[in-house]
């Protein structure tokens, strides 16, 4: 079946724009993850979701950062007035219960973000 | 955020080689997970590990979860050039629905 896609792939702005980033979880997975990657590091958790309600915040670096997620499916994460420094690649990841409890998180291609 | 400590940051192999890389933690998780991310893809999950002391393998993969629960070791056998990626390690504090904390990576580049 179809896995996590994101869009846009690729997204250029200008330092102060917002920018929307959208992820489409694998039809049916309850929890959605964003994960941020700079270059050559690992993923920085920023937010979970179960349902549409978001137990974990914990690493959103700032207030210009904000996500939702409607309809238990689609989430949107929002970066107001963009800074260079928030150039990375965010990647989206979804999962659900399987057996013996498991919850295996199926990663999207991510969408790379630059900041001019 | 939180990162785990990853060695080596980068390996230069022969085909063939066998390669071992290891991941620390500060603090303790209950579940260990190894990821291989190849370029312009996200992770894709290699091995789950969730007792501590478990040696589990995945084809020419093993990797061990340590008996401290603040660290994890993966071994690939007889590499081939599909291998070539980054690796990833994660740590989960509880089994369930919660975040993952990553490791820096390890880059594998196979030399000709």
């Known amino acids: 079946g179809a896995g996590v896609s994101q869009s846009p792939s690729n997204k250029v702005t200008e330092k102060g724009k917002d920018v929307e980033l959208r992820c489409d979880p694998i039809?049916?997975?309850?929890?959605l993850y964003w994960y941020r990657q700079s270059l050559g590091q690992g993923l920085e958790f920023l937010i979970y979701f179960q349902g549409n309600s978001a137990p974990d915040k914990s690493g959103l670096p700032s207030d210009r950062f904000s996500a939702e997620r409607t309809g238990g499916s689609v989430s949107t994460l929002t970066i107001q007035r963009t800074q260079q420094e928030d150039s990375a690649v965010y990647l989206c990841a979804s999962s659900t219960p399987q057996g013996q409890g498991e919850y295996t998180q199926y990663f999207g291609p991510g969408t790379r973000l630059t900041v001019l | 955020g939180q990162q785990l400590n990853q060695s080596p940051q980068s390996m230069f192999i022969q085909e063939g080689e066998d390669v071992s890389m290891n991941c620390t933690s500060s603090?303790?998780?209950?579940?260990w997970l190894w990821y291989k991310q190849d370029p312009g893809e996200g992770p894709v999950l290699l091995i789950a590990?969730?007792?501590?002391?478990e040696l589990t393998s995945n084809g020419r993969l093993t990797a061990q979860f340590g008996i401290t629960r603040k660290d994890s070791f993966l071994n690939i056998s007889a590499s081939i050039p599909s291998d070539v990626g980054i690796y990833f390690c994660a740590g989960r504090l509880n089994f369930g629905n919660e975040k993952l904390t990553f490791g820096t990576g390890t880059r594998l580049t196979i030399i000709p």
């Open positions: 603090s303790i998780f209950n579940t």
């Open positions: 590990l969730y007792k501590a002391g």
């Open positions: 039809s049916g997975h309850t929890a």
